[in-house]
C-alpha cells in the first residue's frame, strides 16, 4: 500500500509548489481543489445536495452558477460548513479510489489547503505544512488570481485559521529561512536529486526524514 503525504497551507503559502516539485519527483499527487471543481460538475449526489440548499437555478442550464455558489459560500462561515459538509464525503470517497487506481507508487498526495479541517488527516500518513507570512499569501493570492485584496482576505478569514496560527506559521517560515535557503540552480538540483533519492528507498512513514522534506519547502521559495 502507497504512504500517503498530505501537503497543505494557507491559500498563497506556496503548497502547489511543492505539490509540483513532488509530481517532478515521480509522486502523483490528488489536487483537491481541481478535483473538487469536477465533482461539483459531475457527481450527482453533490449537485442533488446543493441543488436542494440553492435551489435549482445553481445548476441552471446543467452547469454549475459559479457567481451564485461563491456569493453563499463566502456569505458566513456557516454557509461555508453547510457547503462543505456536502462536498468533502464525496471528495474523500474520491480521493480513495484514486489512490486505489495508483498502487503501483511506493508513495503519493492530496494537496489540499484545508487538509486538516475537511477531515483528511486520518487519510494520510505524514502531513507537509507549507507556510508563509500573512501578508506574502495575500501579495501572492492577489497576483495569481487577479483578485481584490479583499477578497483574499475574506477567503483567509473563511479559512478558520485564527491571528495566532498565522503567527505561528510565519515565525516557523523565518526559522527555515535563517535556517539556509537553496540560492542556485546547480543548488537546487543537487537537492531534488538527493530528495529523489530519498522517496525511492522510503518504505514506511518511519523512514521519512523530515530535514529532506523540509528541502522541499526551501526549494519552492526559489522557484516562486
Request: proline share 3%; aromatic share 6%.
Amino acid at each position: 500500500m502507497a504512504i500517503k503525504i498530505g501537503i497543505t497551507g494557507g491559500i498563497g503559502s506556496g503548497k502547489s509548489m511543492v505539490s509540483r516539485l513532488l509530481e517532478v519527483l515521480g509522486v502523483p499527487v490528488y489536487i483537491s481543489d481541481l478535483e473538487t471543481k469536477r465533482l461539483m460538475a459531475s457527481d450527482s449526489l453533490i449537485r442533488e445536495d446543493l441543488s436542494a440548499l440553492l435551489g435549482a437555478e445553481v445548476y441552471a442550464g446543467g452547469t454549475l452558477n459559479k457567481p451564485l455558489l461563491a456569493s453563499y459560500l463566502f456569505g458566513s462561515p456557516e454557509h461555508a460548513k453547510e457547503i462543505n459538509c456536502i462536498v468533502h464525503p464525496r471528495v474523500k470517497e474520491d480521493f480513495r479510489r484514486w489512490t486505489q487506481c495508483r498502487t503501483a507508487f511506493p508513495i503519493v498526495g492530496i494537496e489540499s489547503a484545508i487538509l486538516v479541517e475537511a477531515g483528511f488527516a486520518g487519510e494520510v500518513d505524514a502531513i507537509v505544512m507549507v507556510y508563509a507570512p500573512e501578508e506574502v499569501r495575500i501579495l501572492r493570492a492577489v497576483r495569481r488570481d487577479a483578485s481584490s485584496r479583499e477578497l483574499i482576505e475574506k477567503r483567509i478569514a473563511l479559512s478558520g485559521l485564527s491571528k495566532s496560527e498565522f503567527f505561528i506559521q510565519s515565525c516557523m517560515y523565518q526559522k527555515i529561512l535563517v535556517k539556509g535557503n537553496v540560492r542556485t540552480y546547480d543548488e537546487m538540483r543537487k537537492q531534488l536529486a538527493v530528495i529523489k533519492e530519498h522517496l525511492s528507498k522510503v518504505e514506511s512513514t518511519e523512514d521519512l526524514e523530515l530535514d529532506v522534506m523540509e528541502s522541499l519547502r526551501m526549494i519552492a521559495e526559489i522557484l516562486d
